[in-house]
């Protein structure tokens, strides 16, 4: 059955930088669009950023420049960088299998990311 399994949580303080990892099982991670979502306490949950099959990849506009989505194939992992972290990042981030704009099917248990 598939599985996505995060990994990468860190307290960071700001300006600082961290590594998420999304290793799927269950299929192969190229073959779907993958995403990154996060949701901070007391706040609606937000789209970060997709890689699609092609490996054209989709941001939200207030992170285009400071996060990274990539995937590795022959580890089936997805990766997410979070460079110049901000407090206002601090959230716990889930990988998904299916983009930020469209339906997503499987969800991770997800990994805190906190910024001080």
């Known amino acids: 059955h598939v599985q996505l399994v995060e990994s990468g949580r860190g307290s960071v303080q700001a300006g600082g930088s961290l590594r998420l990892s999304c290793e799927v099982s269950g299929h192969t991670a190229n073959i779907y669009c993958m995403g990154w979502f996060r949701q901070a306490p007391g706040k609606e949950r937000e789209g970060v950023a997709d890689i699609d099959t092609d490996g054209s990849t989709t941001y939200a506009d207030s992170l285009k420049g400071r996060f990274t989505i990539s995937r590795d194939n022959a580890k089936n992992t997805v990766y997410l960088q979070l460079n110049s972290l901000k407090t206002e990042d601090t959230a716990m981030y889930y990988c998904?299998?299916?983009?930020?704009?469209?339906?997503?099917?499987?969800w991770g248990q997800g990994t805190q990311v906190t910024v001080s």
């Open positions: 998904t299998r299916g983009g930020i704009v469209t339906t997503q099917d499987y």
